[in-house]
Protein backbone atom coordinates (compact mmCIF):
# COMPACT_ATOMS: atom_id res chain seq x y z
CA UNK A 1 0.00 0.00 0.00
CA UNK A 2 1.11 3.75 -0.91
CA UNK A 3 1.71 6.42 1.14
CA UNK A 4 0.44 9.72 0.15
CA UNK A 5 0.49 13.17 2.48
CA UNK A 6 -1.81 16.28 0.83
CA UNK A 7 -0.62 19.34 2.00
CA UNK A 8 -3.03 22.28 2.34
CA UNK A 9 -1.53 25.68 3.04
CA UNK A 10 -4.00 27.82 5.17
CA UNK A 11 -4.22 31.41 6.08
CA UNK A 12 -7.46 32.55 7.67
CA UNK A 13 -9.42 29.38 6.55
CA UNK A 14 -11.78 29.52 9.42
CA UNK A 15 -14.53 29.56 7.43
CA UNK A 16 -13.34 27.26 4.53
CA UNK A 17 -11.79 24.27 6.18
CA UNK A 18 -14.56 22.12 7.70
CA UNK A 19 -16.76 22.31 4.31
CA UNK A 20 -12.77 21.13 2.69
CA UNK A 21 -12.27 18.56 4.98
CA UNK A 22 -15.56 17.32 4.68
CA UNK A 23 -15.25 17.06 0.95
CA UNK A 24 -11.36 16.16 0.48
CA UNK A 25 -12.03 13.53 3.45
CA UNK A 26 -14.38 12.15 1.49
CA UNK A 27 -12.18 11.66 -1.40
CA UNK A 28 -9.59 10.31 0.23
CA UNK A 29 -11.35 7.47 2.30
CA UNK A 30 -12.72 6.10 -1.62
CA UNK A 31 -8.90 5.90 -2.40
CA UNK A 32 -7.89 2.03 -2.99
CA UNK A 33 -4.45 0.90 -2.41
CA UNK A 34 -3.81 4.33 -0.51
CA UNK A 35 -2.85 5.27 2.97
CA UNK A 36 -3.93 9.04 3.02
CA UNK A 37 -3.38 11.87 5.46
CA UNK A 38 -3.13 15.61 5.52
CA UNK A 39 -0.36 18.04 6.43
CA UNK A 40 -2.40 21.30 7.47
CA UNK A 41 0.26 24.51 7.48
CA UNK A 42 -1.17 26.97 9.19
CA UNK A 43 0.58 30.45 7.97
CA UNK A 44 0.27 32.74 11.00
CA UNK A 45 -3.79 33.03 10.75
CA UNK A 46 -5.44 35.83 12.78
CA UNK A 47 -8.34 34.24 12.89
CA UNK A 48 -9.56 30.70 14.49
CA UNK A 49 -8.06 28.26 11.26
CA UNK A 50 -5.80 26.66 13.41
CA UNK A 51 -7.94 25.83 16.12
CA UNK A 52 -10.36 24.27 13.62
CA UNK A 53 -6.61 22.04 12.30
CA UNK A 54 -6.35 21.19 16.10
CA UNK A 55 -10.09 19.94 16.38
CA UNK A 56 -9.90 17.77 13.50
CA UNK A 57 -6.87 16.18 14.58
CA UNK A 58 -8.44 15.07 18.20
CA UNK A 59 -11.50 13.05 15.56
CA UNK A 60 -9.09 11.95 12.67
CA UNK A 61 -5.61 10.80 13.05
CA UNK A 62 -4.61 11.23 9.65
CA UNK A 63 -4.67 14.91 10.17
CA UNK A 64 -1.19 16.29 10.90
CA UNK A 65 -0.65 20.59 11.10
CA UNK A 66 2.28 22.65 11.03
CA UNK A 67 1.64 26.02 12.83
CA UNK A 68 4.30 29.10 12.34
CA UNK A 69 5.06 31.68 14.84
CA UNK A 70 3.58 34.30 12.21
CA UNK A 71 2.75 34.77 8.57
CA UNK A 72 5.43 33.88 6.26
CA UNK A 73 4.05 33.81 2.65
CA UNK A 74 1.97 30.70 1.05
CA UNK A 75 5.82 29.35 -0.76
CA UNK A 76 7.02 29.23 2.75
CA UNK A 77 3.68 27.08 3.95
CA UNK A 78 4.07 24.66 0.60
CA UNK A 79 8.14 24.05 1.29
CA UNK A 80 7.35 23.48 4.85
CA UNK A 81 4.64 20.74 4.22
CA UNK A 82 6.90 18.71 1.42
CA UNK A 83 10.14 19.32 4.53
CA UNK A 84 7.97 17.73 6.56
CA UNK A 85 6.22 14.58 4.04
CA UNK A 86 7.80 11.50 4.18
CA UNK A 87 5.57 9.84 2.00
CA UNK A 88 5.81 8.48 -1.42
CA UNK A 89 3.31 10.65 -2.97
CA UNK A 90 3.18 14.34 -2.07
CA UNK A 91 0.12 16.62 -3.10
CA UNK A 92 -0.31 20.36 -3.01
CA UNK A 93 -4.33 21.38 -2.39
CA UNK A 94 -5.32 24.96 -1.69
CA UNK A 95 -7.72 25.04 1.05
CA UNK A 96 -10.83 27.33 -0.47
CA UNK A 97 -12.00 24.07 -3.06
CA UNK A 98 -10.60 26.45 -6.08
CA UNK A 99 -8.82 23.20 -6.74
CA UNK A 100 -11.16 20.47 -7.53
CA UNK A 101 -10.32 17.78 -5.10
CA UNK A 102 -12.36 15.24 -8.03
CA UNK A 103 -9.09 15.50 -9.53
CA UNK A 104 -7.12 13.15 -7.14
CA UNK A 105 -8.03 9.78 -7.69
CA UNK A 106 -7.36 10.51 -11.54
CA UNK A 107 -3.78 11.90 -11.05
CA UNK A 108 -2.94 9.42 -8.64
CA UNK A 109 -3.75 6.78 -11.13
CA UNK A 110 -1.75 8.90 -13.81
CA UNK A 111 1.26 8.12 -11.39
CA UNK A 112 1.00 4.30 -11.03
CA UNK A 113 3.12 3.35 -13.77
CA UNK A 114 6.70 5.05 -14.41
CA UNK A 115 5.96 7.36 -17.72
CA UNK A 116 5.00 9.97 -15.12
CA UNK A 117 6.64 11.65 -12.09
CA UNK A 118 3.78 14.56 -11.52
CA UNK A 119 0.59 14.79 -12.08
CA UNK A 120 -0.72 18.75 -12.24
CA UNK A 121 -3.92 20.75 -12.95
CA UNK A 122 -4.21 23.99 -14.81
CA UNK A 123 -7.44 25.48 -15.48
CA UNK A 124 -8.68 26.43 -18.70
CA UNK A 125 -11.08 29.10 -17.81
CA UNK A 126 -11.05 32.26 -15.45
CA UNK A 127 -14.56 32.15 -14.39
CA UNK A 128 -15.29 34.27 -11.67
CA UNK A 129 -12.22 36.42 -11.85
CA UNK A 130 -12.07 39.72 -12.13
CA UNK A 131 -11.46 40.86 -16.61
CA UNK A 132 -8.06 42.79 -15.31
CA UNK A 133 -6.53 40.49 -13.44
CA UNK A 134 -7.31 37.81 -16.07
CA UNK A 135 -5.43 40.10 -19.05
CA UNK A 136 -2.41 40.13 -16.05
CA UNK A 137 -2.24 36.77 -15.53
CA UNK A 138 -1.99 36.07 -19.34
CA UNK A 139 0.36 38.86 -20.16
CA UNK A 140 2.50 37.81 -17.01
CA UNK A 141 2.64 33.98 -18.57
CA UNK A 142 3.77 35.03 -21.70
CA UNK A 143 6.57 37.19 -20.83
CA UNK A 144 7.93 35.05 -18.05
CA UNK A 145 8.08 32.33 -20.62
CA UNK A 146 9.82 34.77 -23.42
CA UNK A 147 12.49 35.95 -21.08
CA UNK A 148 13.20 32.32 -19.20
CA UNK A 149 14.43 28.89 -20.43
CA UNK A 150 11.82 27.26 -18.20
CA UNK A 151 8.76 27.19 -19.56
CA UNK A 152 5.23 27.39 -17.18
CA UNK A 153 2.20 26.29 -19.02
CA UNK A 154 -0.93 28.97 -19.48
CA UNK A 155 -3.20 28.44 -16.44
CA UNK A 156 -0.81 26.14 -14.55
CA UNK A 157 -1.74 26.10 -10.51
CA UNK A 158 -0.16 24.76 -7.44
CA UNK A 159 -2.40 22.18 -7.31
CA UNK A 160 -0.81 18.72 -8.14
CA UNK A 161 0.49 15.17 -6.49
CA UNK A 162 4.06 14.49 -6.96
CA UNK A 163 6.18 11.27 -6.66
CA UNK A 164 9.16 10.84 -3.91
CA UNK A 165 12.23 11.76 -6.05
CA UNK A 166 10.43 15.40 -7.20
CA UNK A 167 9.53 16.26 -3.82
CA UNK A 168 13.66 15.18 -2.67
CA UNK A 169 14.64 17.52 -5.95
CA UNK A 170 12.34 20.46 -5.44
CA UNK A 171 13.52 20.31 -1.49
CA UNK A 172 17.32 20.00 -2.62
CA UNK A 173 16.80 23.50 -3.95
CA UNK A 174 17.25 26.08 -0.51
CA UNK A 175 16.95 29.14 -2.38
CA UNK A 176 14.98 31.90 -0.21
CA UNK A 177 13.33 33.88 -2.90
CA UNK A 178 11.01 30.81 -3.86
CA UNK A 179 8.70 31.07 -6.69
CA UNK A 180 7.71 27.15 -6.83
CA UNK A 181 5.33 27.51 -10.23
CA UNK A 182 9.05 27.86 -11.79
CA UNK A 183 10.72 25.43 -9.63
CA UNK A 184 8.06 22.58 -10.00
CA UNK A 185 9.29 23.57 -14.45
CA UNK A 186 12.89 23.85 -13.81
CA UNK A 187 13.70 20.79 -11.84
CA UNK A 188 11.22 18.53 -15.00
CA UNK A 189 10.26 15.63 -14.94
CA UNK A 190 7.29 14.15 -17.00
CA UNK A 191 4.27 16.07 -15.82
CA UNK A 192 0.80 14.75 -16.77
CA UNK A 193 -1.49 17.88 -16.95
CA UNK A 194 -5.13 17.84 -15.84
CA UNK A 195 -7.32 20.69 -17.44
CA UNK A 196 -10.13 21.35 -15.54
CA UNK A 197 -12.72 24.81 -15.15
CA UNK A 198 -12.26 27.65 -12.54
CA UNK A 199 -14.37 27.27 -8.95
CA UNK A 200 -15.54 29.96 -6.26
CA UNK A 201 -13.89 30.06 -3.32
CA UNK A 202 -16.22 28.03 -0.82
CA UNK A 203 -15.75 30.97 1.74
CA UNK A 204 -14.27 34.36 2.30
CA UNK A 205 -11.93 36.04 0.34
CA UNK A 206 -9.35 36.02 -1.93
CA UNK A 207 -5.96 36.64 -0.09
CA UNK A 208 -4.32 37.81 -3.10
CA UNK A 209 -4.65 41.58 -4.08
CA UNK A 210 -3.49 42.89 -7.55
CA UNK A 211 -0.44 44.35 -5.62
CA UNK A 212 0.70 40.48 -4.33
CA UNK A 213 -0.33 39.33 -7.48
CA UNK A 214 2.30 41.94 -9.44
CA UNK A 215 4.82 41.54 -6.81
CA UNK A 216 4.83 37.68 -6.93
CA UNK A 217 5.14 38.05 -11.18
CA UNK A 218 8.10 40.30 -10.76
CA UNK A 219 9.37 37.66 -8.48
CA UNK A 220 8.88 34.82 -11.04
CA UNK A 221 10.62 37.03 -13.63
CA UNK A 222 13.59 37.79 -11.67
CA UNK A 223 14.37 34.50 -9.76
CA UNK A 224 13.91 32.83 -13.62
CA UNK A 225 15.70 35.02 -15.83
CA UNK A 226 18.09 37.70 -16.42
CA UNK A 227 17.03 38.85 -19.27
CA UNK A 228 15.94 42.07 -17.30
CA UNK A 229 19.52 43.19 -16.65
CA UNK A 230 20.03 42.52 -20.37
CA UNK A 231 17.28 45.00 -21.23
CA UNK A 232 18.69 47.56 -18.90
CA UNK A 233 22.24 46.64 -21.18
CA UNK A 234 20.91 47.01 -24.31
CA UNK A 235 18.78 50.46 -23.42
CA UNK A 236 21.71 52.21 -21.97
CA UNK A 237 24.01 50.92 -25.37
CA UNK A 238 20.89 52.43 -27.38
CA UNK A 239 20.42 55.86 -25.74
CA UNK A 240 24.46 56.31 -25.52
CA UNK A 241 24.87 55.81 -29.28
CA UNK A 242 21.38 57.50 -30.42
CA UNK A 243 23.70 60.71 -27.63
CA UNK A 244 26.87 59.83 -29.70
CA UNK A 245 24.79 60.61 -33.11
CA UNK A 246 23.05 63.40 -32.06
CA UNK A 247 26.24 65.18 -30.70
CA UNK A 248 28.20 64.42 -33.98
CA UNK A 249 24.87 66.24 -35.85
CA UNK A 250 25.44 69.03 -33.72
CA UNK A 251 29.27 69.81 -33.74
CA UNK A 252 28.52 69.45 -37.64
CA UNK A 253 25.56 71.92 -37.75
CA UNK A 254 27.87 74.46 -35.73
CA UNK A 255 30.44 74.26 -38.22
CA UNK A 256 28.14 74.70 -41.18
CA UNK A 257 25.80 77.68 -40.07
CA UNK A 258 27.31 79.03 -36.49
CA UNK A 259 25.71 78.15 -33.35
CA UNK A 260 22.27 77.86 -32.49
CA UNK A 261 20.88 78.99 -29.03
CA UNK A 262 17.28 77.54 -29.01
CA UNK A 263 16.67 73.92 -27.98
CA UNK A 264 15.84 74.19 -24.66
CA UNK A 265 12.78 72.05 -24.57
CA UNK A 266 14.81 69.06 -26.83
CA UNK A 267 17.23 69.21 -23.78
CA UNK A 268 14.99 69.25 -21.80
CA UNK A 269 12.92 66.11 -23.13
CA UNK A 270 16.06 64.02 -23.58
CA UNK A 271 17.61 64.07 -20.23
CA UNK A 272 14.21 62.87 -18.59
CA UNK A 273 14.21 60.45 -21.01
CA UNK A 274 17.78 59.49 -20.50
CA UNK A 275 17.38 60.06 -16.61
CA UNK A 276 14.54 57.98 -16.52
CA UNK A 277 16.26 55.45 -18.12
CA UNK A 278 18.89 55.43 -15.64
CA UNK A 279 16.42 55.09 -13.10
CA UNK A 280 14.98 52.05 -14.65
CA UNK A 281 18.13 50.71 -14.80
CA UNK A 282 19.21 51.12 -11.57
CA UNK A 283 15.76 49.56 -10.32
CA UNK A 284 16.14 46.42 -11.83
CA UNK A 285 19.75 46.22 -11.12
CA UNK A 286 18.30 46.92 -7.92
CA UNK A 287 15.70 43.60 -7.28
CA UNK A 288 18.45 41.44 -8.23
CA UNK A 289 20.86 42.83 -5.66
CA UNK A 290 17.68 42.82 -2.51
CA UNK A 291 17.52 39.25 -3.50
CA UNK A 292 21.09 38.17 -3.28
CA UNK A 293 20.69 40.24 -0.09
CA UNK A 294 18.11 38.23 1.17
CA UNK A 295 19.37 35.16 -0.15
CA UNK A 296 23.33 35.77 1.41
CA UNK A 297 21.57 36.51 5.07
CA UNK A 298 20.38 32.30 5.62
CA UNK A 299 17.80 33.28 7.19
CA UNK A 300 15.36 30.26 7.32
CA UNK A 301 12.25 30.05 5.37
CA UNK A 302 9.36 29.41 8.43
CA UNK A 303 9.42 29.10 11.56
CA UNK A 304 7.31 26.20 13.43
CA UNK A 305 5.45 27.37 16.17
CA UNK A 306 3.80 23.72 17.22
CA UNK A 307 3.56 20.67 14.97
CA UNK A 308 2.19 17.33 15.66
CA UNK A 309 4.58 15.92 13.43
CA UNK A 310 7.30 13.75 14.81
CA UNK A 311 10.16 14.13 12.37
CA UNK A 312 12.24 11.07 11.87
Request: charged share 25%; aromatic share 12%; hydrophobic share 45%.
Amino acid sequence: MKTFELIVPCFNEQESLPVFYEKVNSVLDSLDGYESSFIFVDDGSSDKTLEVIKNLALTDEKVKYISFSRNFGKESAMLAGLSFSTAELVGIIDADLQHNPDLIPEMLSSLESDEYDIAAARRIDRGGEAKVKSAFSKLFYKIVNRMSDVKIADGAQDFRIMTRKVVDSILSMREYNRFSKGIFSWVGFNTKWFEHENSERVAGKSKWSFWKLTTYAIDGIINFSTVPLKISFLFGGFVSFAGLVYALYIIIRTIVKGPDVPGYASLFSALLIIGGLILLSLGIIGEYLARIYTEVKNRPDFLVDETNIVKK
